[in-house]
């Protein structure tokens, strides 16, 4: 990364690709299943790699391609891969780093899937998983100081948003050697950059601010080239890749992400402090406000902004929600975040819908909760439709 670049000429010009065939200035959409070759000899190069090409779209596909690219630019890692969804990638980077005895750290409030994948599926397979308090460093730091192979992170945390310190963590698992991870989905790579962290991978939901539209599903994991050529060669085998369609999508979302999420951030502080001073509010979630316990931590590791998500409680539990959520005109009801319109619903039914009541009252998750995604609506207008919201309750 160029210091001296802004975030949107990187989102329009890092990972450009010309087409070299048709000089096409969008990569265009490689609607193949399979390339043909007019001899064996060249094939066989590209099928083992020795040549540059590609063979079959579920290992590689020119669009697609053109999407990592453009993302490991934005991450300023070596090498990205695709996936077909957020949790497709999650699953990839565990299953293809992980083997049977070995330990891996994570936070309770990682994804709820996540935080599922770690608790039900991994142990299945005798990875030993310890699931920290997310707030309690000491005890993060005491269970990687006991030796693990890979440390999971999430910064801000889904749906409370709390905040970890990245840097001081990453730092104590590479002491014990090993693999670091961050779902970087909240926070996008226009405020923060793991891999400058100490990550040695980073993953999106692109389904989230990457694509940013509601309109597609999919996932990438971006890092050290020679843990996303093991993740890649998993996905090779087990067939979860990104269709040309949807890479194609992406490609167009990426060249506005940083307009998007500047707008998305003012919008998510506005709401946040407008919030903090309506007496139907019991606290408001997001690490932009001073009040976050971890504040200090944010401003260090974002630079670029708090990020577009944040909750808040209400008075009156789930009642109050169901009441209070139809109320907002410029908002959907629905389980997505990080799009350009506006998106409520609580972590019922949102973040934590795979968990019981019971996991989800464990986790410190009040059933009052609200998880608001700000869109890129007008700040006041947003702000307007929640008081005219609040005061009718
Ligand atoms: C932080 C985070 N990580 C991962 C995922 C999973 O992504 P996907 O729904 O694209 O599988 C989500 C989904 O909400 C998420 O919020």
Redesign the pocket.
Known sequence: MHPKEGPSTRCVHYGRAVDPITHAMNTPIYENAAFAYEELGTWKEVALGRMAGDIYSRNSNPTVRAFNEKMAALEGAEAATDFS???AA?NSTLFALLNPGQRAVTIKDA?G??YLHFKEILPRFGVHCEICETDDEEAILAAVGRGCELLYL?SPT?PLLRVVDLEKLFAAAHRVGAVTVT?N??ATPINQHPLALGSDLVIH?A??FIGGHNDL?A?VVCGKAGLVKKIYRYRELTGPSLDPHRASLLLRSLKTLAIRVERQNKNALAVARFLQSNPKVLRVYYPGLETHTRHAVAKKQMPGGYGGVLSFEVEGGLEAVAAILPRLRYAYLAAN?GQVDTVVGPPSTT?HVECTEEERRAAGIPEGLIRYSAGIEDTEDLVDDLNQALSAH
């Open positions: 969804t957020g949790m999650i994804y899937a996540t999430e889904n779902d989905t909240f939901s389904t989230k599903t996932g975040l973040s």
